[in-house]
């Protein structure tokens, strides 16, 4: 009969296991640059792996390697410094800062190889975990080991036959992405190449709300340092109008375009413009413009009916909680009017109150998990990408914002996120939005913020679009998807591929064909319709020149454009197209 080991004992060997599993990381520090590419890095790629975290503003910090111990980690650096970056320094990422994650291990491969990134991508989103010239290859993170040992035979049919479910600490996750891999993810996937959804009668729903991109869940899950704020306007106030007024950009007289001639068209009609249809937005075409909307009875009446309602979505806030939260954006204060309600998401914001005001406390700790704890006792954490019942320490104001976001994904939180916390936060709250977007049942709310919708000619082609749109109640999932996509365009565009500008282009024409077909119905659909299709045109030409604004040429603005506008009334116009 074998001899049983003692508790003690047994526990001091699991102890001994996990220390040596999750010890810390180090890794080389090289900078932070301003539009930093992979190219840009070529010289490094010989000392380790080379990748990137993006922290707003089009900045990168950019880091070398992964290392098991400080003295592997200072033999790197010397060598990075010897390349021309003398400020590289090291950086330990302590493994009780990280979390268990449970994850797929593909592969290991040596960096110095050929390495068949595209093969490892259809895997889902990947992360490496660099060792010396090896790099460790992997999937997930999973919501459990059951979820991934599911999908484990799917990841050994991509070739991977050697492949296995592990945990490990979030610290040693890095996601590798386009930086990092070289490989080009689409801008939307708008299911191109995929069969189209059916409608009731059978036919074709091809342009559905775009699906959103998949959450970067390593980020949620390795709790990033990041900056406490990315405030776009110095000195000026968080609030949506100031945000809309700063984001309003001129539209350029001095390139033809197809939108503005659509435009002319429409103002020649009304006789508000009596110049030629020449695709130049000069000052005949803008003071027609001004003349069309001031006479249009239609347009005058969405104008009112934009300003005085809530956005799409947003029409069962609580006001009084609402009014509280939005407060705080010009008068931290305020807070104290938060201590009146008992909801999770008053109790979230508290929190980030009191740590902006004073830093990381054990009452943020605290105060925040049991906000998060309630907001989804009654949802479960199915397919969230955290762990809502886990007990967490707020460290960085970064992690506490993205948590913050996730309570208003939970199904019982009717308060909208505030248009200064994405102007303070925007890369917490791009992830947020996707993460929320991509979750059954999704019901996180958004206020309209600098992401275009308070424009003035948006926000009444949304205020008559909405008006169009058939159903009794509007689909707050597929909204947040819409918001999700529009909050990525607007943070951190990137061109569409040809198969994507084909779709987008072939939604706008078959959207314009169906919506001049309802209009022969009756003299009020073509006054709706007329006005629509202004406001439309209107916004594509500005639209276009956001995008060139950020460094695009013109045919790229322009399927950028339609990207946005998709986003915004695609789903409200879908019995149209």
């Known amino acids: 009969m074998k001899k049983l080991l003692p508790f003690s004992t047994l526990l001091a060997l699991v102890f001994t296991g996990l220390t040596a599993q999750d010890n810390s990381f ?71 800062d990280g979390r268990a994650a449970v994850v797929i291990q593909m592969a290991t491969r040596k960096m110095d190889s050929k390495l068949e990134w595209e093969k490892f991508m259809e895997a889902g989103e990947i992360y490496g975990t660099p060792s010396g010239n090896l790099i460790k290859i992997a999937a997930g993170p999973y919501a459990s080991t059951d979820a991934a040992q599911k999908d484990l035979p799917r990841v050994r049919k991509l070739g991977f036959k050697d492949a296995f479910v592990k945990t490990a600490n979030s610290v040693h996750l890095i996601p590798l992405t386009e930086f990092e891999t070289g490989v080009k993810k689409p801008l939307i996937p708008l299911g191109i190449g995929q069969a189209a959804p059916k409608t009731a009668s059978g036919q074709p729903s091809a342009y559905e709300v775009l699906t959103p991109r998949t959450p970067d869940v390593a980020a949620a899950a390795s709790q990033p340092s990041v900056p406490s704020s990315y405030e776009y306007y110095a ?198 939005y996707q993460a929320c977007a991509g979750l059954p049942g999704a019901a996180a709310k958004l206020q309209a913020c600098s992401q275009f919708e308070n424009w003035p000619e948006i926000k009444v082609l949304v205020a008559i679009a909405s008006d169009l749109n058939a159903d009794q109640s509007f689909n707050q999932q597929r909204l947040s998807q819409a918001a999700a996509e529009r909050a990525r365009l607007y943070a951190a565009p990137t061109p569409l591929n040809q198969a994507e500008e084909k779709a987008v282009e072939g939604w706008s024409r078959n959207l314009m064909a169906g919506l001049n077909s309802w209009a022969t119905r009756d003299p009020l659909n073509q006054q709706i319709n007329t006005a629509f299709q202004a406001m439309f045109y209107q916004s594509q030409a500005r639209l276009e020149d956001f995008f060139m604004s950020k460094g695009y040429d013109a045919n790229q603005a322009r399927g950028l454009s339609l990207a946005t506008l998709h986003t915004l009334v695609a789903y409200h116009l879908q019995r149209f197209v």
């Open 235 to 432: 000195g000026v106030p968080a609030t949506a109008s100031t945000a809309s007024q700063a984001a309003l950009p001129a539209i350029n007289s001095r390139i033809k375009r197809n939108s503005v001639m659509e435009l002319q068209k429409i103002l020649k009609s009304a006789n508000a413009y009596t110049g030629g249809l020449d695709g130049y937005y000069g000052s005949g075409t803008a003071s027609g413009y001004e003349a069309f909307i001031q006479q249009n009875r239609t347009i005058r009446k969405y104008q009112l009916l934009a300003e005085n309602m809530p956005a799409p979505g947003q029409e069962k806030a609580n006001a009084a909680l609402q009014s509280a939260i939005d407060a705080l954006a010009s008068n931290p204060s305020a807070g104290s009017r938060l201590d009146a309600f008992n909801e999770p998401v008053a109790r979230g914001y508290r929190a980030y109150e009191i740590f902006s005001a004073m830093g990381a406390s054990p009452d943020v700790n605290r105060m925040m998990n049991a906000a998060i704890r309630d907001a989804f006792a009654s949802q479960g954490a199915s397919g969230l990408p955290f762990d809502p019942f886990a007990t967490y320490a707020y460290q960085d104001i970064g992690q506490l914002v993205l948590h913050l976001y996730y309570i208003h994904c939970a199904s019982g939180t009717n308060v909208s996120a505030p248009c200064w916390l994405a102007t303070r936060h925007p890369q917490e709250a791009a992830r947020a």
């Open 26 to 96: 180090f890794t080389i520090q090289v900078g932070t640059f301003i539009d930093a590419k992979a190219e840009d890095f070529k010289p490094l790629q010989a000392v380790g792996l080379v990748y990137a975290r993006d922290v707003g503003g089009n900045l990168r910090e950019v880091f070398v390697g992964g290392y098991d111990s400080r003295e592997a980690a200072e033999r790197g650096a010397a060598e990075v410094r010897q390349k021309g970056y003398a400020n590289a320094f090291i950086q330990e990422r302590r493994a009780a």
